[in-house]
């Protein structure tokens, strides 16, 4: 199973991710369970909307791995 590397920052008023290995995967939230869900959706609009461009790691099995940077 691919892993999908998602890092983390605080900034002063809330939770910021990226995805380190899929382009197009942002998220944001007041809490860590909010940023969680924002990165699944985020997920599930890159698939909805980006047709036959979808990144390859998103077409098979995958795990997200949240990791803090700061």
């Known amino acids: 199973m691919k892993k999908i590397f ?5 900034t002063r008023d809330c ?3 990226y995805a380190e ?4 995967i ?8 909010e940023l969680k869900e924002s990165v699944i959706n ?6 909805e909307f980006n047709g036959d461009n ?5 077409k098979s099995e ?3 791995v949240y990791q ?3």
């Open 15 to 17: 939770y910021s991710a």
């Open 26 to 33: 942002y998220a944001g939230g007041d809490t860590i369970s």
């Open 68 to 70: 803090n940077i700061n």
């Open 42 to 47: 985020s997920i599930k609009l890159i698939k």
């Open 6 to 10: 998602i890092k983390i920052e605080r």
């Open 62 to 64: 995958y795990q997200l």
């Open 54 to 58: 979808i990144p390859a790691i998103l």
């Open 21 to 24: 290995n899929v382009e197009g």
